[in-house]
């Protein structure tokens, strides 16, 4: 999961492959709920999805005393044991981050299970304390559930009290407006099971009920769990007397339907199916439980060639552009986001009505899309419960954007579409890491099966003599930005071993030799470990003697040219930080950002003998800067590929700089340099 500040995405022109999605949110956290409350029993739940709305469940049920336990190393099965009423904590006070899927349904059986003496406070992150409860809450007060708010009327943070015994027995019929949150229905019928042991319950639906989809989950899966409920036109529910917890003894779950969404339009966007590409999507498929399942007919009604069986989807490009589309997306409430991206790819104006439960998510997603829509070049318009989007007209009206996300994990999921815009302009992706609500490696997914012209993939060279920092800053630096890393002097460093480990001289008369055994270096990067043919090599490469073995493999020129495809081909999604002698002159010209690292001798010189101390390696502080100084002589004086900066590098000494220091200086350079935002890099920089 990137966790950076923002997420540069190059211009992307394909994809193709095979994603396997994270188990849905939806069903996960009712399954966990579930599991919970089927009082001393154990339930054994595999393909939990493991995301920051998980984690919120999760703790909250292990605060209330739930035995919770991984089945296997995966930690994506879990044995969950059953609450005990009667051992529940008295008091207790529960975060559920920006779950509503935690928040809604923990209230309801919270208000029922409480005992008297006992209270429990729900809060959640500033979001969360902005969407609306009030009618969940209302819906439990004619119940008799005793429920205060701890700040503003109608919104969390909420804090529970035992409910009156009395009027919970005498009001079995309650009412609950259908059309703000799909939620609340779900939540009450999750938890009136634990109050129907002698006498029905029922639940009135006011008005339209939205999002049906997630009711149909809701009540598929108490079926799993023994509970039979009887619906009447989706406007009347009862849970009838006897109703108890049973535990199906396990349970899967299924692949996100949602996520689904993403690659679908995916393949209908950027696969080429006279390349034969396609995009495959394993875990979920035509007979899903999950209503977002039929955004794979909203996506054919704009021309993507879909395919489906039991357990799999197919996408690839039918008809292009798209097809506008006018539809009411009462279906399919939160993948209907992806069609509103999908839209920039169509010809005319493609309507979505009927999704006004938008306004009421993790951000008032009608307004957010709008604006974020407006940005890329967009004609966008509004309403209550509808957005209508027109594509740019012509290529000139793409823009490069930087779209913010909301703390909105579908906001970032969804705009990442952009990236394969025809006008080939890119995009940033503000504070990716909202995807781990429900997709923590969506972005890595992503890259795995997209494709972008290795000229767009952006890359920072960092160059400098030896013991300058540049394989430090240069990890630092990638951490941040989320891309790889290529450090240019261990290949040197490599080969030099291997020819010494092979016994070939190092030697411009062994220049052949040397350079076929670069071309087959059997290398591996494991992390921080270097392993050649196995053999973990890590501190043989970084002594004295292995040093002086690059720079003189290095001067080679057959070498440096067998090295080169190698180097070239380490720039992959969403971009590369090289460091090296010659990243900026020779093996990536084109680099959008080139930094020449510089450093005295003398603090070089002292770095260098930390370092080979704290590994454990002999050392000479004196003998260091000596070898230091003849290799900067030898490396700016070869004839291939001299030490130098290049004509546009921008010259950075950290004689007396600490490395957090560095590393801000190189990210304020990257948020002026990175291609077509050079306009807010006051801003960036800022914030880096």
């Known amino acids: 999961m990137f966790d950076i500040p923002f997420l540069g995405l190059p211009p992307l022109h394909s994809a193709h492959g095979t994603v396997s999605l994270p188990g849905s949110k939806s069903i996960s956290n009712r399954v966990l709920l579930l599991a919970a409350l089927c009082e001393g029993a154990y339930t054994t739940v595999h393909d939990v999805l493991e995301s920051d709305d998980t984690d919120a469940m999760l703790g909250a ?10 089945v296997d190393e995966s930690g994506r099965s879990l044995r969950i044991g059953g609450l005990s009423r009667q051992h529940l904590p008295t008091t207790a006070s529960l975060h559920l981050g920006n779950a509503g899927t935690a928040m809604r349904p923990l209230t309801a059986a919270l208000a029922l299970l409480t005992a008297p003496g006992c209270e429990y406070e729900l809060t959640g992150v500033a979001r969360m304390q902005e969407r609306p409860i009030g009618d969940l809450v209302d819906a439990l007060r004619q119940l008799g559930c005793r429920i205060d708010y701890v700040r503003n009327e109608g919104y969390p943070p909420l804090r529970l009290h035992a409910a009156d015994a009395q009027a919970l027995a005498q009001n079995t019929h309650i009412r609950v407006r259908g059309n703000v949150s799909s ?166 104006t493609t309507r979505l009505s009927n999704i006004g439960s938008w306004r009421v998510k993790e951000t008032d997603r009608i307004d957010a899309m709008q604006t974020e829509l407006r940005k890329l070049g967009a004609t966008v318009a509004s309403g209550p419960d509808w957005i209508a989007v027109t594509p740019p007209a012509r290529l000139p009206q793409w823009q490069t954007a930087s779209i913010a996300t909301y703390d909105d994990h579908r906001m970032a999921m969804c705009f990442s579409l952009a990236a394969f815009n025809p006008a080939r302009v890119p995009l940033r992706i503000e504070e990716p890491r909202c995807v781990g609500k429900t997709f923590p490696d969506y972005f890595e997914t992503l890259f795995a099966v997209a494709r972008a012209h290795p000229a767009d993939i952006p890359v920072i060279c960092i160059d400098g003599p030896s013991a300058s920092g540049k394989g430090t800053l240069a990890a630092r630096v990638a951490e941040r930005l989320g891309f790889a890393t290529l450090d240019s002097g261990a290949l040197y460093r490599i080969a030099g071993w291997a020819a010494q480990h092979h016994g070939l001289d190092i030697s411009t008369a062994n220049a052949t030799a040397l350079a076929q055994l670069a071309r087959t270096l059997p290398v ?11 053999e973990d ?26 090295l080169l495809s190698f180097q070239r081909d380490s720039a992959r999604l969403p971009g590369l930080v090289a460091d090296g002698r010659d990243m900026g002159t020779v093996v990536f010209p084109q680099a959008v950002l080139k930094v020449f690292l510089t450093a005295s001798a003398e ?22 800067r000596e070898e230091l100084e003849t290799r900067d002589a030898r490396d700016a004086s070869r004839s291939v590929a001299p030490l130098r900066p290049a004509d546009d590098a921008l010259m950075l000494d950290n004689s007396d700089m600490d490395i957090d220091t560095a590393t801000l200086q190189v990210l304020s350079w990257w948020a002026q340099k990175h291609p077509g935002f050079q306009r807010d890099n006051a801003s960036d920089s800022a914030s880096t």
């Not at 049920?61 to 991984?70: K, P, V, W, Y």
């Not at 009347?236 to 049973?246: L, V």
């Not at 002292?606 to 370092?611: A, C, L, M, T, V």
């Open 61 to 70: 049920l292990r605060q209330l005393g739930c035995s919770i336990e991984a």
């Open 183 to 348: 939620q609340f229905l779900t939540a009450l019928l999750l938890a009136l099971p634990l109050a129907a042991a002698e006498r029905d319950y029922v639940i009135e639906v006011e008005g339209e009920l939205i999002s049906r989809p997630y009711i149909h989950i809701t009540l598929s899966l108490l079926e799993r769990f023994g509970i039979h409920v009887r619906n009447d036109g989706w406007q009347r529910f009862t849970i009838p007397a006897g109703s108890r917890y049973q535990s199906p003894g396990e349970i899967h779950v299924e692949a996100d339907a949602s996520s689904a969404s993403y690659f679908i339009a995916l393949g209908g966007i950027a696969s080429d199916p006279t390349q034969g590409q396609r995009i495959t999507i394993e875990g979920v498929g035509a007979d899903s439980i999950q209503g977002d399942i039929r955004f794979m007919e909203a996506a054919a009604q704009m021309g993507v060639h879909i395919e489906a069986g039991a357990n799999w989807i197919s996408a690839t490009r039918g008809a292009w552009p798209l097809k506008a589309i006018e539809l009411d997306c009462n279906h399919i409430p939160d993948a209907a986001m992806t069609l509103a991206v999908m839209a920039l790819y169509a010809e005319g």
């Open 524 to 534: 591996a990067f494991v992390q921080d470990r270097v392993f050649y043919d196995g």
């Open 537 to 562: 090599i890590t501190l043989a490469i970084r002594s004295s003697e292995g040093s002086r073995n690059a720079s003189l493999i290095s001067a080679i020129g057959p070498v440096r040219e067998a």
């Open 603 to 624: 603090k070089r010189a002292e770095r260098r003998y930390k370092q080979l101390i704290s590994q454990g390696l002999a050392a000479n502080i004196t003998t260091l």
